[in-house]
């Protein structure tokens, strides 16, 4: 079978790998000359320990899943790369956990491969997930172990190690939900509508699932005061359920429902009016709210098309650079060149996620590829959209990118299920 | 479901798109507007935290520079000499900005123009900056007589060389310490500069070129440099002797101070200062001849000062509504009535008659060197005006050389050395008035033009120009030409 699978994706993979680990490493010496004006001393040590982690995975990726993709991986790669150098330039001390981090995520992306053999072996265990979903998500409510950072209920505390479960929720959901989907797709679809049954009540069944869906969507955004997942929970789930059925009347009553809610909170809790009204208007809460926002513009603005140049910027300025806002610093030093960089290699994961799901072979792999793609393309397209003033901004990292532990393995473990699936669908065609 | 996915394609496509024109707009488009907004500080520490180059006056005397700080904007900038060189090398401050030399030269200062520094490879990477020193015309040895002489009394003195329009001196009192605004801890900045602008001495206003006041019989000058250039006739027309001059159109008389009476040809009538005469004389001119007189000194434009925010303009009054022999039109003969003037435009009229008829630009800049101590930029003198003939401009000399051997100038004489001078008096409220001298030495080769005003003098009569600015004026005429 392997000798089938033609390795041209592996060695696509290798090439672009060693792509990826030459603008990451000129990026990182560049940076530390701009900033000290001298070579970092720790050069040897990082390109070890990101042509390593690399190699493994890709090492991996041969022997786990020698069809799959070739292009996800170093795409991955590099934004994790720059994501790293500007965290390394902006706070040492998290550089050095982000590293630990990626190792962590890079084992998670190769026990995920290792452990999940046949996407199909997820579709089993549809319940267990939608449970431990529910369970992770609502996790930060746990009086004892939930956290509160910077006003947003969704962290947890065991022991010495913190980590936001909700960035696991959304590929827990996301699998629950393609296989929930595909078991009901034919009851949720509108050819199933009969004739007669146009009453309320009639209509409740098939739009009960949405209105669940909505209502735990609130639950996250009054309890946790997290709008970025909440909306990016509604945002998969309707997505997915249209996906499945194609009925354009879910993404209308989806639009309707966030509509509602939006409206809803923004009337009744501070806190969404506030991100609201510091989006409409930033200008006049300079020095309060809206500092944050007004800081990422103005480094994007001065770093303009071409950048200020890495290490030479002064993105330290902007709150939270190293985790949500770190659009913002590539953007300040790397300029509009950076930024679009940047965009494109989301795009890039967006379009093969979406071809892996166009060409996996059962529903179940293609609508949870389709989930796993759309958890990505709309966070980071929620947190860009964000930090550039197209939309309020949400508390959601930018993956692989931003400084997070909990977020990087999520999102490892996401890009090996996308591989997984890439990698039987070839497999089954070949 | 292929088609959905499809769609699906499309419509991330459609809000990364969105996202890329957002992102266009911001680095694009309002990228300059964003960088340079007020409220992004930004461009402004990076400025600020540049290293900077000194401000030293003509003899060698650094009166700003930067020594290194450990915070974030890593430099101060300091003024060893204190409130003495306020009105000349003004001050740097991260909250306020920056004035006179500091913000006229600043791209020199933290060598922003001074181009590539690629000399040697290890420059591409080196943090060594360019910076420019700016070498000032003031001499320290004549800024400090000045200072002293003044004193604490309220005004100022300017000294100038005629021949090359730079700066000797510029003083002013009551003036102001610019360190505390170049300070690091922004509060304290805020607190200094709100306790300046609260007080009523105005000490932050460099009043010798953006103060005007009546500049008395100073502007005599510009009355005999009227008649001399458009009715040679009056210049040799003797007036009769009066103690006032009875004013057409009116009840009021103009009379001479202490109620004396003089009288005769025009070296007569400025060695005494005669009131009644110029008076007369001004109405004999006619409003079209003496504003525009003053206009060819300067008045009505702002003289270039390489002093940012640079002078103000000296003012004639708005004669639009005068007859044709206005008692208006007679006082501010004798630079009473509406006339205003800096301190700097009136010691442009005595340069301009000191240096043949010919005004030249002031400025305080004399040459700025990198710090290679290679000139990269010299002050290459430029005439602005040409208010007087050189020939007028000697006939003026010989009587202001008259004024300080016989006249009301005498304690502007020095041993030795032929001065030239005209003393002004400028009632403000009763009894008190501006004190003013203009003059000029050594009168045939002149090195030193100077103007002096000490406001609000008690006394009146042009005694008390001769009395009280003389002096000053003197001493620093003395220094300039002391020390070479």
Do not use: C
């Given at each position: 079978?392997?000798?089938?699978?033609?390795?041209?994706?592996?060695?696509?993979?290798?090439?672009?790998?060693?792509?990826?680990?030459?603008?990451?490493?000129?990026?990182?010496?560049l940076a530390s000359l701009g900033k000290t004006a001298s070579l970092p001393a720790n050069v040897g040590p990082f390109l070890i320990v990101i042509v390593g982690l690399l190699a493994v995975a890709h090492i991996a990726l041969r022997r786990l899943a020698p069809a799959a993709d070739g292009v996800l991986l170093p795409v991955a790669g590099l934004l994790n790369g720059i994501g790293?150098?500007?965290?390394?330039?902006?706070?040492?001390d998290l550089a050095g956990l982000q590293a630990m981090w990626t190792a962590v995520g890079v084992a998670a992306f190769i026990a995920t491969l290792a452990i999940v053999r046949r996407p199909r072996d997820l579709e089993r265990y549809r319940y267990t997930f939608a449970l431990i979903g529910v369970g992770l998500l609502l996790m930060p409510l746990a009086p004892g172990i939930g956290r509160t950072v910077n006003g947003a209920r969704l962290w947890v505390r065991v022991g010495p190690m913190t980590f936001q479960p909700g960035e696991l929720a959304k590929i827990v959901l996301a699998i629950f939900f393609a296989s929930y989907l595909v078991e009901k797709r034919a009851l949720l679809s509108r050819k199933n509508l009969p004739e007669g049954a146009r009453s309320m009540l009639a209509r409740a069944r098939y739009f009960g699932p949405i209105l669940l869906a909505w209502g735990a969507s609130l639950v996250v955004l009054v309890a946790e005061k997290d709008l970025g997942s909440s909306l990016l929970f509604f945002g998969l789930f309707v997505t997915m359920l249209w996906v499945a059925t194609g009925w354009v009347l879910y993404l209308a009553a989806g639009a309707g429902l966030f509509g509602v809610?939006?409206?809803?909170?923004?009337?009744?809790?501070?806190?969404?009016?506030?991100?609201?009204?510091?989006?409409?208007?930033?200008?006049?809460?300079?020095?309060?709210?809206?500092?944050?926002?007004?800081?990422?513009?103005?480094?994007?603005?001065?770093?303009?098309l071409a950048g200020t140049g890495l290490g030479l910027g002064d993105p330290q300025r902007i709150p939270a650079a190293e985790t949500d806002l770190i659009f913002a610093a590539i953007g300040e030093e790397l300029g509009l060149l950076g930024t679009v960089a940047i965009l494109v290699a989301f795009l890039t994961t967006v379009g093969v996620g979406l071809r892996i799901a166009v060409r996996a072979r059962s529903e179940f792999e293609q609508l949870l590829a389709v989930g796993l793609t759309t958890v990505i393309g709309l966070q980071a397209f929620l947190i860009i959209g964000g930090v550039t003033r197209l939309l309020p901004l949400t508390g959601v990292t930018l993956p692989f990118v931003s400084y997070g532990g909990s977020s990087l393995v999520a999102n490892y473990i996401l890009l090996a299920l996308l591989l997984r699936i890439s990698d039987s669908s070839a497999k089954a065609t070949a | 479901m292929t088609r959905q996915i499809k769609i699906l394609a499309i419509a991330l496509m459609v809000l990364y798109s969105a996202v890329f024109l957002k992102l266009n707009q911001i680095q694009v488009v309002q990228a300059h507007d964003l960088a340079h907004d007020p409220r992004n500080s930004r461009v402004a520490t990076r400025d600020f935290a540049r290293p900077r180059g000194v401000i030293q006056t003509a003899d060698g005397i650094v009166v700003a520079q930067s020594t290194p700080t450990d915070d974030q904007l890593k430099r101060l900038r300091q003024y060893p000499a204190g409130p003495l060189y306020a009105p000349v090398t003004g001050y740097f401050s991260f909250t306020f900005g920056a004035a006179g030399i500091e913000r006229d030269y600043t791209d020199y200062l933290s060598g922003r123009n001074l181009g590539s520094s690629v000399k040697h490879l290890s420059d591409v990477f080196s943090d060594k900056e360019r910076t420019g020193n700016v070498t000032l015309t003031i001499r320290d040895a004549v800024q400090r007589v000045a200072a002293q002489q003044l004193g604490n009394r309220r005004g100022a003195v300017v000294a100038i060389d005629?021949?090359?329009?730079?700066?000797?001196?510029?003083?002013?009192?009551?003036?102001?310490?610019?360190?505390?605004?170049?300070?690091?801890?922004?509060?304290?900045?805020?607190?200094?500069?709100?306790?300046?602008?609260?007080?009523?001495?105005?000490?932050?206003?460099?009043?010798?070129?953006?103060?005007?006041?009546?500049?008395?019989?100073?502007?005599?000058?510009?009355?005999?440099?009227?008649?001399?250039?458009?009715?040679p006739e009056l210049a040799t027309k003797s007036y009769p002797f009066l103690r006032q001059l009875d004013l057409p159109h009116t009840n009021n008389d103009l009379p001479n101070f202490g109620g004396s009476s003089c009288g005769g040809v025009m070296p007569q009538l400025l060695k005494v200062s005669c009131n009644t005469g110029f008076a007369q004389m001004g109405l004999d001119?006619?409003?079209?001849?003496?504003?525009?007189?003053?206009?060819?000194?300067?008045?009505?434009?702002?003289?270039?000062?390489?002093?940012?925010?640079?002078?103000?303009?000296?003012?004639?009054?708005?004669?639009?509504?005068?007859?044709?022999d206005d008692p208006a039109l007679a006082q501010s003969a004798i630079g009473q009535n509406d006339v205003a003037a800096t301190p700097l435009q009136m010691a442009l009229i005595a340069a301009a008659i000191a240096n043949h008829g010919v005004l030249m630009?002031?400025?305080?800049?004399?040459?700025?060197?990198?710090?290679?101590?290679?000139?990269?930029?010299?002050?290459?003198?430029?005439?602005?005006?040409?208010?007087?003939?050189?020939?007028?401009?000697?006939?003026?000399?010989?009587?202001?050389?008259?004024?300080?051997?016989g006249g009301t100038a005498t304690?502007?004489?020095?041993?030795?050395?032929?001065?030239?001078?005209?003393?002004?008096?400028?009632?403000?409220?009763?009894?008190n008035a501006h004190a003013w001298i203009v003059g000029f030495a050594p009168a045939d080769a002149p090195k030193i033009a100077v103007a002096v005003i000490v406001e609000s003098q008690p006394g009146l009569g042009d005694v008390t120009g001769g009395r009280i600015a003389a002096p000053i004026a003197r001493a620093v005429i003395q220094a300039a030409l002391n020390a070479p």
């Open positions: 079978m392997i000798g089938i699978a033609p390795s041209s994706p592996r060695r696509t993979e290798l090439g672009l790998i060693v792509l990826a680990v030459l603008v990451t490493t000129g990026a990182y010496v790293y150098v500007f965290i390394a330039r902006l706070n040492k809610g939006a409206a809803m909170s923004f009337a009744a809790f501070a806190h969404v009016k506030e991100r609201i009204d510091v989006w409409i208007d930033p200008w006049s809460r300079q020095s309060t709210q809206g500092f944050q926002i007004l800081q990422a513009l103005f480094g994007m603005g001065t770093g303009g | 005629p021949t090359t329009g730079g700066l000797i001196a510029l003083v002013n009192f009551p003036t102001f310490d610019p360190n505390p605004l170049a300070g690091h801890d922004q509060k304290a900045v805020r607190d200094a500069w709100n306790a300046l602008e609260a007080d009523p001495a105005k000490p932050r206003l460099p009043r010798a070129y953006r103060e005007i006041y009546a500049p008395g019989s100073t502007f005599k000058l510009v009355t005999a440099s009227a008649a001399l250039e458009r009715k001119l006619g409003t079209d001849a003496l504003l525009g007189e003053a206009e060819d000194y300067g008045f009505g434009s702002r003289p270039p000062l390489d002093l940012a925010p640079g002078s103000v303009a000296s003012r004639f009054p708005d004669s639009s509504g005068w007859l044709r630009k002031p400025h305080a800049m004399g040459e700025i060197r990198d710090d290679e101590g290679d000139v990269i930029r010299r002050y290459l003198p430029t005439s602005w005006r040409k208010p007087i003939t050189a020939d007028v401009a000697d006939q003026l000399t010989q009587m202001m050389i008259g004024v300080v051997q304690g502007l004489a020095l041993p030795g050395i032929k001065v030239a001078g005209k003393t002004g008096t400028a009632q403000t409220t009763g009894k």
